[in-house]
């Protein structure tokens, strides 16, 4: 069965250091999402591409944090400089085909700031 | 601000009872809810979806009943199993205009524990 593919799935850093998270969606998939979860609570959606344009990105904090999915496959996120406050769950979606709205979660890179 | 989210943080139940996990949402406007178990260490996983003009689907030991009138949400799990023991998180979408695809607002989860 396909996946959403995620790595690492876990990094250490220190804060003002740079980490950048890569998903490889459900091959097919055109839409491809990136959210953050805060232990105990649930996924908020930080930037959704549809092929390789930004369809939403109004929750991504801009100056630290960067998206991309330069051919429209596989995405990268990137935080630059990490702040403590950025230690969470990096959850990676794809949707595609007949059922657009049903997303497919990778298993998360799980990032701790020290 | 508008917001999906759960009325229980925990619920624990018996192995072979039923389960019942409850949802509230604020936004009239949404069309179409998900529920998603999440399993220690892993991802968000479909369970069943339901859209605004139907008010109950089933699956596989699943029922998702929506009740528009209070904005009310829940997911029943029949014969609940060790197996379902997860965090369960309702969701909805709202859709980006004439878009097919839309925002997913998730909830505050619902941790779910299986006693044998």
């Known amino acids: 069965e396909a996946e959403v593919a995620q790595s690492p799935r876990y990094k250490i850093t220190e804060k003002s250091q740079a980490v950048a998270f890569w998903c490889d969606p459900i091959?097919?998939?055109?839409?491809l999402y990136w959210y953050r979860q805060i232990l105990g609570q649930g996924p908020e959606l930080l930037v959704q591409?549809?092929?390789?344009?930004?369809?939403?990105d109004s929750q991504l904090p801009k100056d630290r944090f960067s998206a991309e999915r330069l051919k429209g496959v596989d995405s990268t996120l990137k935080i630059q400089p990490a702040e403590l406050g950025d230690s969470a769950m990096y959850l990676c979606?794809?949707?595609?085909?007949?059922?657009?709205?049903?997303?497919?979660f990778g298993p998360g890179t799980r990032l701790t700031v020290l | 601000g508008e917001s999906v989210g759960l009325h229980l943080p925990t619920l624990s139940v018996q192995e072979g009872d039923n389960s019942i996990i409850n949802c509230a949402y604020s936004?009239?406007?949404?069309?179409?809810f998900i529920w998603y178990k999440q399993e220690s260490g892993k991802g968000p996983q479909f369970i069943i979806d339901?859209?605004?003009?139907?008010d109950k689907r089933q699956g596989q030991r699943v029922t998702v009943l929506l009740n528009k009138t209070v904005k009310h949400l829940s997911l029943q799990i029949a014969a609940t199993q060790p197996g379902d023991s997860a965090v369960y998180f309702c969701a909805e979408i709202r859709s980006y205009g004439s878009s097919n695809t839309g925002k997913l607002i998730f909830g505050q989860g619902t941790t779910l524990q299986v006693k044998p």
């Open positions: 979606a794809s949707s595609g085909g007949d059922r657009d709205n049903e997303q497919f």
């Open positions: 936004n009239s406007a949404s069309d179409y």
């Open positions: 591409f549809q092929d390789e344009s930004v369809v939403d």
């Open positions: 091959s097919g998939h055109a839409t």
């Open positions: 339901i859209r605004s003009n139907m």
